[in-house]
Each structure stands twice: as structure tokens, then as C-alpha cells.
């Protein structure tokens, strides 16, 4: 079973900047991502990465600021996050994804992390 292990997360302000990594144990998955749960809202998803060379979806709140990368060699894979507002206060969690027939879900994902944004 695989266990995903996100951190990175902070305290930055708005305009600011972050790098989040999340680290795999166990058996590794093709397609990674991350989404995020805002308080008092629905998880929501942020990128979803294939390892195949398809390339990665990310979410329109994100597109352009936010950019996925992989480190096969680590078990890794990282989030770095431009741009940030409040609006992107949010705990971050990595997973397991795959394009479903009304989007993107995931699954398997780890502890999160919290990432705040001041304004």
C-alpha cells in the first residue's frame, strides 16, 4: 500500500510564493496530483500529472501559476505555487488521480498540508 507524505506548506503573503513536495512510499502511482479543501468548501482538484508524457490538467483557479513536477529518482512529486492569494488558503494534499467521466478524481491521498495566504 502507498503512503504519500505531503509538506511545504506556511504562511506566505499574498503575491508570495511556495513549494510543496510529497513523498511516496511503497508502490508509486503513474498519474499524482494534488487538490485542496478550502474551509467550509468541497475538496477541489489542482493539478493531475501522468507519468506517460500526456501531460498535465490543471485547474482553471491555477492555470498559469501553479506548475507540477516529478522526481521519479526521489519518489516525489512537487507543487510550486506562484502568484498565491487568499483565495488559495487551502489544505494541499497529493493522490492518486485519474480523468473520470465528470473530471478528475483522486484517491489514497496523505495528512495534507496547510497552506495560508494573508492578504
Known amino acids: 500500500q502507498v503512503q504519500l507524505v505531503e509538506s511545504g506548506g506556511g504562511l506566505v503573503q499574498d503575491g508570495g510564493s511556495l513549494r510543496l513536495s510529497c513523498a511516496a512510499s511503497g508502490r508509486t502511482f503513474n498519474t499524482v496530483g494534488w487538490l485542496r479543501q478550502a474551509p467550509g468548501k468541497e475538496r477541489e482538484g489542482v493539478v493531475c500529472?501522468?507519468?506517460?508524457?500526456?501531460?498535465?490538467w490543471y485547474g482553471d483557479s491555477v492555470k498559469g501559476r501553479f506548475a507540477n513536477s516529478r522526481d521519479h529518482s526521489k519518489n516525489s512529486v512537487y507543487l510550486q505555487m506562484n502568484s498565491l492569494t487568499p483565495e488559495d488558503t487551502a489544505i494541499y494534499y497529493c493522490?492518486?488521480?485519474?480523468?473520470?467521466?465528470?473530471?478528475?478524481?483522486?484517491?489514497?491521498w496523505g495528512q495534507g498540508t496547510q497552506v495560508t495566504v494573508s492578504s
Open positions: 500529472h501522468s507519468s506517460s508524457g500526456a501531460g498535465a
Open positions: 493522490a492518486k488521480c485519474w480523468a473520470g467521466v465528470n473530471g478528475y478524481e483522486y484517491e489514497d
